[in-house]
């Protein structure tokens, strides 16, 4: 049974907190990939980063409603989420805009079970960790070429 560390992709490309947004943009472009990891200074996996991610910066920004009463202000929708859209938007750095809540994978985990874990959670990559040390990647079209033999 084919295991992560068999299809992984071993050399990966990674950004951390300080990398500009303008850098992951030319990265994610010129190596043809939909994500990131996220590592600190020793190599440790933080989060990910996704195109999708860079694609909200330009999505149209929406101001949530709020009714005056006397001197407060009350927001009728989650003002968490607010400024969390407004920091998204105006984002110079991965550090404003990656995913800490990462979900990786061993390099035992087994072929079907990174499947599942893609197809349930609507995941296109998935670092795999070692001790908490990237050591690679597996992405849906390693999924599809470890299906094809190649």
């Known amino acids: 049974m084919l295991k992560a560390v068999d299809i992984m992709t071993k050399e990966v490309k990674t950004v951390t907190e300080e990398t500009s947004v303008r850098d992951l943009a030319r990265i994610l472009t010129e190596n043809r990939i939909g994500s990131v990891p996220v590592v600190d200074a020793d190599g440790k996996l933080?989060?990910?980063?996704?195109?999708?991610?860079?694609?909200?910066?330009?999505?149209?920004?929406?101001?949530?409603?709020?009714?005056?009463?006397?001197?407060?202000?009350?927001?009728?929708?989650?003002?968490?989420?607010?400024?969390?859209?407004?920091?998204?938007?105006?984002?110079?750095?991965?550090?404003?805009?990656?995913?800490?809540?990462?979900?990786?994978?061993?390099?035992?985990?087994?072929?079907?079970?990174?499947?599942?874990?893609?197809?349930?959670?609507r995941i296109h990559a998935l670092p795999v960790v070692d001790e908490g040390r990237l050591v690679g990647i597996v992405s849906r079209i390693d999924l599809i070429r470890s299906m094809v033999g190649s």
């Open 46 to 121: 933080i989060g990910i980063v996704t195109e999708s991610d860079l694609i909200e910066q330009d999505k149209n920004f929406h101001i949530p409603t709020v009714i005056s009463l006397f001197d407060w202000i009350i927001y009728l929708e989650s003002e968490k989420k607010f400024e969390r859209e407004l920091k998204r938007m105006t984002a110079r750095t991965v550090g404003d805009i990656y995913t800490k809540d990462v979900i990786a994978i061993a390099p035992s985990t087994p072929v079907s079970e990174i499947a599942d874990t893609m197809s349930n959670r």
